[in-house]
């Protein structure tokens, strides 16, 4: 089945304690992306990939790092995480040259940031 | 200025009823495409349909279409015959350009069908 994996689902962590949120594709999709969600402000692109070794900023990237080395992989790092990066995180990927385009999106992952 | 507008924050229908949801864009490239997403309670994000640019007519998936307004740059939901099933979070969102899969979103509207 062709889809998007994202872990953990959620995760409770303490300010400060590094962390990794996993993402896998299994469509062979050049493309992927991390956003977050808040309430009120939709979703917000955190960082992208076009493909592996090229990854570039989004909208709100500070405090975020990502890394590309595989094609399927795409995990988001918060280094030193902060309240408020609260939120809820998707990741996403997509094929460019589609007549769509359209995003993938994994299920999502609730973090909280104590 | 914001590239994609949902001026409604929640909207209520009745089961059975058709319902619309607003989208306005902005955009100066020529080629892009519209996106609605939806969002149940459960939080997975579930594509529900696409037009492009350059599409003539207007797209349809279902119970979904989409009234495209190009010269208006809106692109609303319609929902027909909604079901209690539609009570979700509803995002809007717009690329820009091809080959470059980048989605930016709208704020949303919250629809809540009632029996």
């Known amino acids: 089945e062709a889809q998007v994996t994202q872990n953990p689902r959620y995760l409770i962590t303490v300010t400060g304690k590094k962390l990794t949120v996993t993402c896998s594709q299994n469509m062979n999709h050049e493309y992927m992306s991390w956003y977050r969600q808040d309430p009120g402000l939709g979703l917000r692109q955190i960082y992208y990939?076009?493909?592996?070794?090229?990854?570039d900023k989004g909208d709100v990237p500070e405090g975020y790092k990502v890394s590309r080395k595989e094609k399927r992989n795409f995990p988001l790092i918060l280094e030193s995480p902060s309240p408020n990066q609260t939120s809820l995180y998707f990741c996403a990927s997509s094929s460019p040259g589609t007549k769509e385009e359209k995003l993938f999106f994994g299920s999502g992952t609730q973090l909280s940031v104590l | 200025a914001q590239k994609i507008t949902q001026t409604q924050p929640g909207m209520f229908v009745q089961e059975k009823e058709a319902v619309t949801l607003d989208c306005t864009y902005d955009?100066?490239?020529?080629?892009?495409?519209l996106f609605w997403y939806k969002q149940p309670s459960s939080g997975e994000m579930i594509f529900l349909i696409y037009q492009g640019s350059y599409d003539q007519q207007n797209a349809t998936e279902g119970r979904y279409s989409l009234n495209f307004q190009k010269a208006r740059k809106s692109a609303n939901l319609v929902i027909s015959a909604s079901q209690l099933g539609d009570s979700a979070m509803y995002f809007c969102a717009m690329r820009e350009g091809f080959g470059y899969s980048t989605l930016t979103f709208g704020k949303g509207t919250m629809l809540l069908v009632s029996p």
């Open positions: 990939s076009m493909n592996v070794e090229v990854t």
């Open positions: 955009t100066s490239d020529p080629s892009y495409g």
